[in-house]
C-alpha cells in the first residue's frame, strides 16, 4: 500500500505558475503515478501521468505548459504548472497504482490510491 499526501495550491492570477506536490510513502516500488483534477459539477479527469519507467503522458488541455516529474529518492510527485488559465481551476489529485500495463495512464478508473487534493485556483 502507499500513502499519498499533496501540497502546494493556492490562488494565482492568469498566466502564473504553480508547483504540486506529492508526498508517497509506505510500498513505492514500481508506483506508476498521476495528477487529475476535478472542478465542481463536472467529472475527474487525467492531467499528467507517470510510470513506473519513466514514461509521461499529458491532456492535451496543459501539453506545453504542465510538465510532471519525480524525485524518486525522496518518493514525491511534483506538476509544475506554468502558463495557468481560469479554466485550469479545480481540486488537483495525485493518485498511484501497481498495475504493470494499463491502456493509459490519464484515466482515473486505474488509480486504487488517492490523496486528500489540493485546491488550484486561477483568475482572470
Known amino acids: 500500500q502507499v500513502q499519498l499526501v499533496e501540497s502546494g495550491g493556492g490562488s494565482v492570477q492568469a498566466g502564473g505558475s504553480l508547483r504540486l506536490s506529492c508526498a508517497a510513502s509506505g510500498w513505492t516500488y514500481r508506483l506508476n503515478m498521476g495528477w487529475f483534477r476535478q472542478a465542481p459539477g463536472k467529472e475527474r479527469e487525467g492531467v499528467a501521468g507517470l510510470d513506473a519507467d519513466g514514461t509521461t503522458s499529458y491532456a492535451d488541455s496543459v501539453k506545453g505548459r504542465f510538465t510532471i516529474s519525480k524525485d524518486n529518492a525522496k518518493d514525491i510527485l511534483y506538476l509544475q504548472m506554468n502558463s495557468l488559465k481560469p479554466e485550469d481551476t479545480a481540486m488537483y489529485y495525485c493518485?498511484?497504482?501497481?498495475?504493470?500495463?494499463?491502456?493509459?495512464?490519464?484515466?482515473?478508473?486505474?488509480?486504487?490510491?488517492w490523496g486528500q487534493g489540493t485546491q488550484v485556483t486561477v483568475s482572470s
Open positions: 493518485a498511484a497504482h501497481y498495475r504493470p500495463k494499463i491502456p493509459t495512464s490519464l484515466s482515473p478508473q486505474w488509480y486504487n490510491y
